[in-house]
């Protein structure tokens, strides 16, 4: 059987099919918060703790994070989907208007709408096709609330079914 190569429209139809939490990553540029709705984000490692994000080529938020070094992982929560829009529609500069934000020490933004947000230093970034991989290092995490995550999948925001 010959080998085919999918299509950009088949690859991201399947990749649709895996649901995923919905992320908002946040850094500074020139002193002021920058983030992005990302939703391809996983832990690597518990010891050290790693983690990965993949950021598009032409993702504004790619050269703050290298410049900085720092970024933060905001997990957000199933009532969140405004936050998760707002930040993933430009311009890249107001969309923390009207969004509370706190950053410990040298730390990225972390948003208060956000029930879990891991504050990360930046180790290594690889490319990868149309997207840059980037593997941060935790370095403080917290986690306020235990609410249900924001899902995505088939091109739509998602509830997390309740257990049963």
């Known amino acids: 059987m010959p080998e085919t190569v999918p299509t950009s429209a088949d690859w991201r139809s399947a990749m649709a099919s895996f649901p995923t939490g919905v992320t908002v990553v946040t850094s500074w540029e020139n002193g002021e918060p920058v983030g992005s ?72 933004p972390q948003l208060d709408a956000a029930p879990v947000f891991v504050d990360c230093t930046l180790e290594n970034a690889y490319p990868a096709g149309d997207h840059f991989v980037m593997i941060g290092r935790g370095v403080r995490v917290d986690h306020a609330s235990a609410a249900a995550p924001l899902v995505y999948h088939k091109s739509r925001f998602s509830r997390f079914p309740p257990a049963t």
């Open 37 to 108: 709705t990302i939703n391809a984000f996983c832990s690597v490692s518990l010891e050290p703790p790693m983690l990965l994000i993949c950021l598009d080529r032409a993702n504004p938020l790619l050269a703050p994070i290298e410049q900085c070094r720092v970024f933060g992982v905001n997990i957000l929560c199933e009532d969140s989907q405004h936050v998760a829009l707002r930040f993933a529609r430009p311009p890249l500069d107001s969309r923390f208007k009207d969004f509370g934000y706190h950053a410990v020490g040298k730390g990225a």
